[in-house]
């Protein structure tokens, strides 16, 4: 029932940025911890960043200093800002809330590339 709509993923050379979007149809978006994940070819779906409703944040090391994760509880949406990517960072990124279980359904993701 709840969708999660990315965008914003694109091709980036090493070292550039990107600032994803999601857009949720949660009614209650604002009271959830959001997330933001990646799953690159043959690899686990990882949580990258986090933030609570109260706007506190966490990052996976990988991305610490690089990324960062922001919400608009008016706008039923999230970001992540992305900056210095690596080729490593090449993924297909989604969101959802980190702590509901089940898992909302995953939308599409969308599709982050690192390469020169």
């Known amino acids: 029932q709840v969708q999660f709509v990315e965008s914003g993923g694109g091709l980036v050379q090493p070292g550039g940025s990107l600032r994803l979007s999601c857009a949720a149809s949660e009614r209650t978006f604002s009271i959830y911890a959001m997330g933001w994940y990646r799953q690159a070819p043959g690899k686990q779906r990882e949580l990258v960043a986090s933030?609570?409703?109260?706007?506190?944040?966490n990052y996976a090391d990988s991305v610490k200093g690089r990324f960062t994760i922001s919400r608009d509880n008016a706008k039923n949406t999230a970001y992540l800002q992305m900056n210095s990517l690596k080729p490593e960072d090449t993924a297909v990124y989604y969101c959802?809330?980190?702590?509901?279980?089940?898992?909302?359904?995953w939308g599409q993701g969308t599709q982050v590339t690192v390469s020169s």
């Open positions: 933030i609570t409703s109260g706007g506190s944040t």
């Open positions: 959802n809330f980190p702590l509901r279980r089940p898992f909302a359904s």
